[in-house]
């Protein structure tokens, strides 16, 4: 591997540093074969197969991960997610039911679950830290409760209550939670992101999400004005206007829509180069991420148009494509040997919280 400047991070003395970058290998016929069949039995055991889909799919790519010649390796077992997938869906159809029987027992059942989601995210971050390996090493994850509690439940708030101004501040306490609390081998994994560079990725999406309030704010004033200079009652209305308001609005909603989307990719973008470029595995070994965010804005936003108008045939290609995306902007800049770690085999414990974090859409990107 070529050398690579050194960055103003903290590592050991006269060490010699490399790249070694991420590299995905899967192609997008041999995963449709794979999701095609996932698809079926998933559907003709009625939800059942689901579990042993989703480790085929894990196992395929982590399988097709590769970083400096060696590959990543998913254990978990399909019957271990299956309970904890069902365990999770019976959880939801109570709550439901409780909503439609008795009101008032349900809010108290949603602010005993409001404290046991905390639970669930710890719970299904360590299950899929420990069902994953590397060089035969597995990983491990060692965050508590309150941790958890404080990165999502309270950082959760602050940034509603702020209107996204805390978002930042957030994000910072999610990922020092999430991946500063891996371990690989036994060996601490550091991250630290600076909330001063967190904002510095802020500003941009917080403009475009303002830009797009102020358009939608005006377009309303303005055509209540417009219409209250006119005279003319409601019930009087041209139908043809009527038409052409009601499409000039939902033109401008989508539009808000998407530019909405695209802040929160922008974000999502930036936030992870911080958090990974500022990340430590073992005091020596340091992530690097390089996302482009209009590159990225642009990935997700074809794939999830093609997927739709596929009727999700499509799916299994704009899978490949955007993690053949971030393996190619995501890097490790080792110092030393990746050979010398050796790990124990933790149980893996409950994969209820992992089920839980599969329906609710959390997604570390690592």
Sequence with gaps: MNDVTIDPRPRPAQQRVRREPFVFSGSTREYFGIWIVNVLLTIVTLGIYSAWAKVRRQRYFYGNTSLAGATFDYH??????????????VLFLVYNGLTTVAP??????????????????????????????????????????????????????LMYISLGILAPLASQWMWNYTLGNVRYGGRPVRCEPRLGRLYGR????????????????????????????????????????????????????????????????????????????????????????????????????TNLLATVFSLGLARPWAAIRMARYLS?????????SLEDYAGSIEQSGSAVGAEYMDIEGFDLGF
Aim: aromatic share 16%; charged share 10%.
């Design 76 to 89: 978990a077992r399909p019957r271990q997610i299956l309970v904890g997938r069902i365990a999770v869906v």
């Design 104 to 157: 008032l027992a349900s809010l108290a059942v949603g602010v005993v679950f409001l404290f046991a989601v905390p639970w669930f995210i710890m719970r299904g971050l360590r299950f899929n830290a420990r069902v994953t390996s590397y060089r035969n090493v597995r990983f491990d994850f060692v965050g508590g409760y309150w941790g958890a509690f404080l990165a999502y439940i309270v950082g959760g708030f």
């Design 202 to 301: 802020w500003w941009l999406p917080a403009s475009l999400v303002s830009g797009g309030l102020v358009v939608l704010a005006t377009t309303i004033v303005g055509t209540y004005w417009a219409y209250v200079r006119s005279g003319i009652a409601l019930d009087e209305v041209p139908i043809w206007a009527a038409i052409l308001l009601a499409n000039w609005l939902t033109l401008i909603l989508f539009g808000l829509l998407l530019l909405f989307a695209m802040a929160g990719l922008f974000y999502r973008a930036g936030i992870r180069n911080v958090a990974f470029n500022e990340t430590v595995i073992d005091g020596r070994h340091m992530l690097h991420s390089s996302i482009r965010r209009r590159r990225f804005a642009w990935i997700s936003v």
């Design 328 to 336: 190619l902007v995501t890097a490790l800049d080792a110092t030393g």
